[in-house]
């Protein structure tokens, strides 16, 4: 299948952002791919399953503010409740830009009804989060892979 298909929708979303601190669009969108995420109807609706995001070169503290795609998304998933949808990440850094946005992201996809699927590098695996569940481990994974990033981009403003 090449991704392109109409047909019955899968429940399946890939929540993309572009940033210079993320994998690319192109290495997300193929991530999203090999977990299902295709084109498809919702009902009578042809909604994209892809939701994008370009953020470079943005540096603010109000990211739900910033992303406008994804909050619009939020909120149509909020009026749709699409119990048991499942929201696909490329890595925890994606779901959010620090510990607190991240667990924003996810409490609000939680009330939604929804399932949210994080690709992690660690191990080359991924995790589903279901309502409730400890997101502990995955918090401490986004601050670490933000701190990773800080670190980078400073030491790339120092060459």
Same mark, same amino acid.
């Given at each position: 299948?090449?991704?392109?298909?109409?047909?019955?929708?899968?429940?399946?979303?890939?929540?993309?952002? =572009?940033?210079?601190?993320?994998?690319?669009?192109?290495?997300?969108?193929?991530?999203?791919?090999?977990?299902?995420?295709?084109?498809?109807?919702?009902?009578?609706?042809?909604?994209?399953?892809?939701?994008?995001?370009? =953020?470079?070169?943005?540096?603010?503290?109000?990211?739900?503010?910033?992303?406008?795609?994804?909050?619009?998304?939020?909120?149509?998933?909020?009026?749709?409740?699409?119990?048991?949808?499942?929201?696909?990440?490329?890595?925890?850094?994606?779901?959010?830009?620090?510990?607190?946005?991240?667990?924003?992201?996810?409490?609000?996809?939680?009330?939604?009804?929804?399932?949210?699927?994080?690709?992690?590098?660690?191990?080359?695996?991924?995790?589903?989060?279901?309502?409730?569940?400890?997101?502990?481990?995955?918090?401490?994974?986004?601050?670490?892979?933000?701190?990773?990033?800080?670190?980078?981009?400073?030491?790339?403003?120092?060459?």
């Amino acid at each position: 299948m090449s991704g392109k298909e109409t047909g019955h929708f899968n429940g399946k979303w890939g929540v993309i952002t =572009v940033n210079e601190r993320l994998p690319s669009k192109g290495e997300q969108i193929a991530r999203a791919r090999s977990f299902g995420v295709t084109e498809s109807m919702l009902g009578p609706k042809d909604i994209s399953a892809l939701i994008v995001d370009d =953020v470079t070169g943005k540096r603010t503290t109000n990211w739900p503010g910033v992303l406008k795609e994804r909050a619009t998304f939020l909120d149509m998933m909020g009026e749709l409740h699409t119990v048991g949808d499942q929201v696909f990440f490329a890595t925890p850094l994606c779901v959010g830009f620090s510990r607190s946005h991240a667990r924003e992201t996810i409490e609000r996809l939680w009330s939604c009804g929804m399932l949210v699927h994080v690709h992690t590098v660690r191990g080359n695996g991924s995790a589903l989060y279901a309502d409730g569940d400890d997101i502990t481990d995955l918090l401490s994974m986004v601050a670490a892979e933000q701190n990773a990033a800080n670190v980078r981009k400073s030491r790339a403003g120092k060459s």
